[in-house]
């Protein structure tokens, strides 16, 4: 069984531009989560979708947003990027919310210039 | 709030010698933990979890970890390590007052040495 795919696995973008990055959970698993981790702050919280529904939200600014499309694929977005926002970014699935264990992509790493 | 915490930033360990990397957690009601580990530039790798039931828990690779309610710890453990073993653990705990979300503590670099 595959696992979870991320897609780009990296990128650069400058300041002020947007990014969309893309998470394919492992089959049959309807919960996907997005954590943010740094070097400074370790691994954030981002949020976690379910059935197509945002069902947890972390402590980001509303520049990060997300969605789940109906195969349980799900997307992040982050508009009006900052240095601060380089990070590498992890999705990880699960086959209920809030239940078990979540595993984990290997992350897009994200670079701001 | 759920929270834990891994007192080590960094552990060292020889080659053949038992390891340990701690936590702590604080939490209300029963706490459902978990240990990953992260090789440099991929993600996290699922090693086992504490959700009710015998304290000592058996994971993948080798590695356990013993819950212990009255300390408020759920340390992890290998009897043997290997220098393959080196990499970045993180401890984990569900916050139920928060939608489930799992909550990370900083994480702990094991370094085994030859």
């Known amino acids: 069984k595959a696992g979870v795919t991320q897609t780009p696995r990296y990128l650069i973008k400058t300041r002020g531009q947007q990014v969309t990055l893309s998470c394919s959970p492992i089959s049959g698993h309807r919960s996907v989560s997005w954590y943010q981790q740094t070097p400074g702050q370790g691994l954030q919280f981002l949020f976690e979708?379910?059935?197509?529904?945002?069902?947890n939200k972390g402590n980001f600014p509303g520049r990060f947003s997300g969605r789940q499309f109906s195969n349980s694929r799900s997307e992040m977005n982050v508009s009006t990027l900052e240095l601060g926002d380089s990070a590498l970014y992890l999705c990880?699935?699960?086959?209920?919310?809030?239940?078990?264990?979540?595993?984990f992509g290997e992350g897009s790493r994200l670079t701001v210039l | 709030a759920q929270s834990v915490a891994q007192p080590e930033d960094q552990v060292n360990v020889a080659e053949g010698n038992p390891l340990t990397v701690k936590c702590t957690y604080s939490?209300?009601?029963?706490?459902?933990l978990f240990w990953y580990v992260q090789y440099p530039n991929r993600g996290l790798q699922f090693l086992l979890k504490?959700?009710?039931?015998?304290?000592l828990v058996k994971g993948s690779y080798g590695f356990e970890a013993e819950f212990n309610k009255s300390q408020t710890s759920f340390h992890l453990k290998k009897p043997s390590a290997l220098v393959s073993d080196s990499a970045l653990y993180f401890c984990a705990v569900r916050d139920y007052n928060q939608g489930g979300k799992l909550i990370f503590g900083q994480g702990t670099e094991l370094s085994v040495k030859p």
């Open positions: 990880a699935s699960s086959l209920e919310t809030g239940t078990g264990e979540l595993f």
């Open positions: 504490y959700i009710t039931g015998d304290n």
């Open positions: 979708y379910f059935s197509e529904t945002q069902r």
């Open positions: 939490v209300s009601g029963n706490p459902y």
